[in-house]
């Protein structure tokens, strides 16, 4: 089973196209996360995000789209598994480093990696038959048009997922951003999403997170959606 976990308890999360672990600020800008990206080591794990692996174990490969793709561990992932892969995120060393990991693992050719910042991204309509949209923690002024227009981008018959931090981490689990106005709930997802979708299931999702003193759980959301 591949995992998310990570000994700093953080998981991922993200801003305007990665993640966010509780900054002074609420929303950490381009250059700040080309500064935590610096550096040959993965900020995160390299393995898929587990809700990733287990949503889409039951779907047949066709054209994905990883929006806030960070370094790109889950497009990377995809294409093993026989995706095509576009993987978009707003810091460009983050993107520069999942190109290194999608070459060493053999799957360049089916990864095309952009740099653009969700805010003002518009993906193509209806062209995907999964979209992925992990760890986003933005205010919902901010985070719900990027809802919106990556539910546009699903295709008929295709997949949305949907995972981030939850409400209830702040107070019930453990990690995450410490910012209350960048969490979001299922529900909050559901009512951005309108009758864009079919929702297939929402709610709280426990992960389990390796510390220094042993196991814990955080809570995230989850959102799973689908065009008929």
Known sequence: MVSDRDKSGRGEAA???SGNTGAPTTVMEREHWNQRYVGKTFLWTVEANRFVAAEVADLAPGRALDLAAGEGRNAVWLAEQGWAVRAVDFSDVAIEKGKQLAAARDVADRVDFEVADLRAHEPEAHRYDLVVL?????PQAQLVPIVQRAARAVAPGGTFLVVGHDTANLTNGYGGPR???VLYT???VVAALGEE??????????RPVETDEGPKVAIDC???ASRE
């Not at 992990?134 to 933005?138: E, H, K, P, T």
């Open 15 to 17: 801003h305007a196209g």
């Open 179 to 181: 910012h209350p106005d």
């Open 197 to 206: 979708l079919t929702i297939e299931k929402a709610g709280p999702v426990e």
């Open 134 to 138: 992990l760890y986003l923690q933005l």
């Open 222 to 224: 989850l959102v799973r």
């Open 186 to 188: 299922a529900d909050e």
